[in-house]
């Protein structure tokens, strides 16, 4: 397989897309070091990831909204496994509060989680993927194109890292590729869903972490996709595709 034996980071792994994502990575044979401020999740994911995958397995506690931390990252990262070939920084928050009502400090705090990381790990980052000619990928949102009320802060992160994505893939080419994937409606949380949920969806179900953990790695594979940079792959059931009339 092409991702044997490549090392990647992942954000946001405790839990969610990004523990997904990380397992996926670690069944096509890639090394992870696994970034979250949840310690205890991480931990779990370390357990989870099964005996033989220790070895392939790192953790690391840490803020991706702080630079301190974002650059020990990518030290620890090339001390542990010796090279960097992919970054996914998914790690991201929601605060959702009427715009009166969210204070500035809140307001900085998505923007820092959800988009500065991208920035931080580029700037650490980037040289080690130009040594081996890697890859990024930005975890945006279909919330980029599309809004329900007071999720400003949240809405204008996911849409800045559609810019970014082809922003970062223009000033790191051509040796590093940079691409984005935004996730509809997924279902992290394994509570009921209703069939008009379900409904919604041109397939007819909700996302699940699996369909964007899949997307993600045929993005990371320089062999499978190594002729797509800079794009945003919407990945959503068709969800943003289907016009919908109240009755």
Not at 67 to 86: N, T
Not at 121 to 148: C, D, N, Q, Y
Not at 179 to 186: C, D, K, L, R, S
Request: hydrophobic share 40%; with cysteine; charged share 25%.
């Amino acid at each position: 397989m092409s991702l044997t034996d490549k090392t990647f980071i992942v954000t946001g792994a405790a839990s969610g897309i990004g523990r997904v994502v990380a397992l996926q990575l670690l069944s096509e044979g890639g090394k992870v070091l696994a970034m979250d401020t949840d310690r205890a999740g991480l931990d779990a994911l370390s357990r989870g990831g099964g005996t033989t995958d220790r070895e392939r397995l790192h953790t690391f506690v840490g803020d991706v909204a702080e630079e301190d931390d974002v650059a020990a990252c990518i030290r620890r990262a090339g001390d542990h496994f010796g090279s960097i070939d992919g970054i996914v920084c998914n790690a991201g928050i929601m605060k959702r509060i009427p715009a009166q009502d969210l204070s500035y400090e809140d307001w900085h705090r998505v923007l820092d989680v959800n988009l500065s990381q991208s920035f931080l790990f580029a700037r650490h980052g980037g040289p080690k993927l130009r040594e081996t000619k890697g890859a990024m990928l930005l975890v945006s949102s279909t919330r980029a194109f599309m809004s329900e009320a007071d999720t400003e802060s949240y809405s204008a992160t996911k849409g800045g890292l559609f810019a970014l994505a082809h922003s970062l893939a223009v000033s790191l080419s051509p040796d590093v590729r940079v691409n984005a994937v935004a996730p509809g409606w997924i279902d992290v949380s394994g509570d009921e869903l209703r069939p008009v949920d379900h409904q919604q969806h041109l397939v007819g179900r909700v996302g699940v972490p699996e369909d964007i953990a899949h997307a993600a790695a045929f993005l990371l594979d320089g062999e499978k996709a190594g002729f797509v940079t800079g794009q945003t792959l919407v990945v959503d059931g068709g969800m943003t595709r289907k016009m919908i009339y109240a009755e």
